[in-house]
């Protein structure tokens, strides 16, 4: 059996098609490329937008053009929000819910069965299943970047209801992942030569908050487990006060090995300034935090449901950066929700300055069926949203290189994942790409997949050029 995938949307659907995928190569079907024939091509859709919608349709269509005999199985939030429409559509075969994507494989030889077998087959597999307990899709073994990024999946679910959100709906509530599940795929992945682990999840800040979770901090002989000795000693008071990803990070931060960890999001809906300080500190964790702040004014803040002010957020910033002048953030910007004045915008543009952010992504708001801010008076003009996208992003440009430009004569840790030219490239720990360049291929391909220590040297391109420095082996220093 020959399988195709697409992924759409976030890192979660990514690790997600992962996990599909090797359920059916650990069974014996080879994995194609989407442009390629296949027998069974399996679309992971995303819903955030109508933009993700419409692309979602369009490779649906593409899917069932490169072979029209083909079962198309379609899964992922905009399969699970509107089920109807997909399975509307006669490119169609399969409708599964994010609740059910571990079963996919099993569905998938259930519904050649049928048929090939001439029976009728359901178009849809629970897609409006009730998502109440984490689903565990097994231990993921590979990833992104050849062999050097992986991306371990540790919550599932958010509770915040923001106003021009459909995720909530589309993902359920919060579902966490056992940490000793988490250790044990960091482990499998460091021992396969990753480097950087990626924790992600629906909104990991969130990770372990749902009632019920438990955590260990003894092990079964009933020493404390690596990492957790200084919340062993902690009085039971002061241990309810701990953030649930502490305890995931510090176990992380204990394993052996050569790698790092990353925190692909963490919501200021949901963390202060106390939680970062504590959670920064970890010796393997990057210098880089997505922090979403979705708008700089405090109006239009309340107005998305976002339990924050600017000022809290600033606060967050002012942390990070007390603790490492460079540290990377990057963010999401949505321009154009209902009742955004030009002043609002003003109190954005204002935030974007402040933060220095290594990257804004810009999203114009686009009201979604089903969410509170769809309702909402006021609307922004189209017009307006585009001039004031385009305003904002011209801007990102200029704080991103300003950031970086903060960044030279800077020694930082690079992962090297790729050949450029006559350049190795990375990241560093607070998210730039650093060019080493490398003219002797032969010779300097081998330090792919590894870490070396460099001096940012100048801007270029979209990061810094660098150069090595005599300490090469600065894997923990970010």
Known sequence: MRVAFHTLGCKVNQYETEAIREAFVSHGAVSVDEDEPADVYIINTCTVTHIADRKSRQFIRRAKKVNPDALVVVTGCYAQVEPEDVASMPEVDL???????????????????????????????????????????????????????AYIKIQEGCDRFCAYCLIPYARGPVRSRPPEEVVREAAMLR??????????GINTALYGTEPGFRYEIHGEDGSVLPGLEHIAAMTPDERSRIAPIEILLARLDAMEGSFRIRLSSLEPTVVDRNHVENIIRYKRLCHHLHLSVQNGSNKILKS???????????????????????????????????????????????????????????????????????????????????????????ASYRIADAFREKNV????????????GDYLTGYTGNYIRAYLYA???????????????????????DGCKAVLTDQTEGQLQQ
């Open 304 to 394: 998305m449901n976002r339990h924050y002010t600017r000022e809290e957020y600033l606060d967050i910033v002012r942390a990070v950066r007390e603790y490492d002048p460079v540290f990377g953030i990057t963010t999401d910007i949505i321009v154009g929700f209902p009742g955004e004045t030009d002043d609002d915008f003003a109190d954005t543009m204002d935030i974007a300055e402040r933060c220095e952010f290594g990257k804004i992504h810009v999203f114009r708001y686009s009201p979604r069926r089903g969410t509170a801010g769809a309702s909402l008076p006021d609307a922004v003009p189209d017009q307006d949203k585009s001039v004031r996208s385009f305003e904002l992003e011209k």
């Open 95 to 149: 409708v599964v819910g994010n609740g059910q994507k571990s079963r996919i494989y099993d569905l998938v030889h259930e519904r050649l069965a049928a048929d090939a077998a001439g029976e009728p087959a359901e178009i849809f597999v629970d897609a409006r299943y009730e998502m109440t307990e984490y689903e565990d899709m097994g231990l993921v073994s590979s990833a992104e970047s050849g062999m050097t990024r």
């Open 191 to 200: 021992d396969a030569g990753f480097r950087e682990m990626v924790l992600t």
């Open 409 to 420: 004569g800077s020694e930082h840790t690079v992962l090297l994942e790729e050949r450029r």
């Open 439 to 461: 003219e002797d291929r032969s010779q300097d391909n081998a330090r792919l997949g590894e870490f070396c220590r460099v001096q940012l040297i100048e801007t270029f391109l």
